[in-house]
């Protein structure tokens, strides 16, 4: 909050539109208020995600956030502006996958987008949450490989296929991460990959990462 970012200088002004801030794993919109309410302060129309506790069937959150992202396209007339934290970023390339004709941008900060490569408390955490799931005998029986890589749901057929090239990408990521390999978070595009320093969970609250979102979403 000491950086004149954070009160909107020195960054481009947004045009209204609105903008959807996407929890990583284990999290809630929550934790994205610092982020929801700088986006107000420099003119975008921000909404939380909506998806309740990011560690549900993906397929279960990809179709909440569809929802949300209808409701701002509806009440903007504006496609949308999609910034996903670590897991968020990468619901937000599924979702956009699914719906390309209503988003505008979609910005991950260290979101593995090229396949999960992280810590293996994460792992092991991502398993417990897995096996939760599944102690529902009937989505076992309909999606044995829920919550994996397998699994036949249209999140994850979405996140197999090629990302739309009219969304403006932005990959954000730092090399000292500490949760996701950073190889795992940049694009094949240089051009649309940008390295700040800090940690994973800092990437949510950085000035420096402010600074590109403002200056990201205003090129479109």
Same mark, same amino acid.
């Given at each position: 909050?000491?950086?004149?970012? %954070?009160?909107? $200088?020195?960054?481009?002004?947004?045009?209204?539109?609105?903008?959807?801030?996407?929890? !990583?794993?284990? !999290?809630?919109?929550?934790?994205? *208020?610092?982020?929801?309410?700088?986006?107000?302060?420099?003119? *975008?129309? #921000?909404?939380?995600?909506?998806?309740?506790?990011?560690?549900?069937?993906?397929?279960?959150?990809?179709?909440? /956030?569809?929802?949300?992202?209808?409701?701002?396209? =509806? =009440?903007? !007339?504006? @496609?949308?502006? /999609?910034?996903?934290?670590?897991? !968020?970023?990468?619901?937000?390339?599924?979702?956009?996958?699914?719906? #390309?004709?209503?988003?505008?941008?979609?910005?991950?900060?260290?979101?593995?987008?090229?396949?999960?490569?992280?810590?293996?408390?994460?792992? @092991?955490?991502?398993?417990?949450?897995?096996?939760?799931?599944?102690?529902?005998?009937?989505? @076992? @029986?309909?999606?044995?490989?829920? *919550?994996?890589? %397998?699994?036949?749901?249209?999140?994850?057929?979405?996140?197999?296929?090629?990302?739309?090239?009219? &969304?403006?990408?932005?990959?954000?990521?730092?090399?000292?991460?500490?949760?996701?390999?950073?190889?795992?978070?940049?694009?094949?595009? #240089?051009?649309?990959?940008?390295?700040?320093?800090?940690?994973?969970?800092?990437?949510?609250?950085?000035?420096? &990462?402010?600074? $590109? $979102?403002?200056?990201? /979403?205003?090129?479109?």
């Amino acid at each position: 909050k000491t950086s004149p970012v %954070y009160y909107g $200088i020195g960054v481009p002004r947004g045009d209204k539109a609105a903008v959807i801030v996407v929890p !990583g794993f284990l !999290g809630t919109d929550h934790y994205l *208020y610092e982020m929801y309410f700088w986006l107000r302060r420099i003119g *975008y129309t #921000p909404m939380m995600s909506n998806i309740g506790w990011n560690a549900e069937c993906l397929n279960t959150l990809v179709e909440r /956030l569809s929802a949300t992202i209808k409701k701002a396209h =509806e =009440e903007t !007339g504006k @496609q949308v502006h /999609l910034i996903g934290h670590s897991l !968020g970023g990468v619901l937000a390339r599924a979702v956009t996958i699914i719906n #390309p004709t209503l988003i505008a941008s979609v910005t991950t900060l260290g979101s593995p987008i090229r396949g999960i490569r992280t810590h293996p408390l994460v792992l @092991q955490t991502a398993e417990r949450v897995r096996e939760k799931i599944m102690c529902d005998r009937k989505r @076992q @029986q309909e999606r044995p490989d829920c *919550y994996t890589g %397998y699994c036949s749901c249209p999140a994850v057929a979405a996140m197999h296929n090629h990302f739309p090239h009219e &969304v403006l990408k932005t990959a954000i990521y730092t090399k000292t991460d500490g949760i996701v390999d950073w190889k795992a978070c940049i694009t094949d595009d #240089p051009a649309k990959n940008f390295e700040v320093t800090g940690t994973h969970v800092g990437l949510a609250f950085n000035p420096t &990462v402010f600074s $590109i $979102i403002a200056k990201r /979403l205003a090129t479109r």
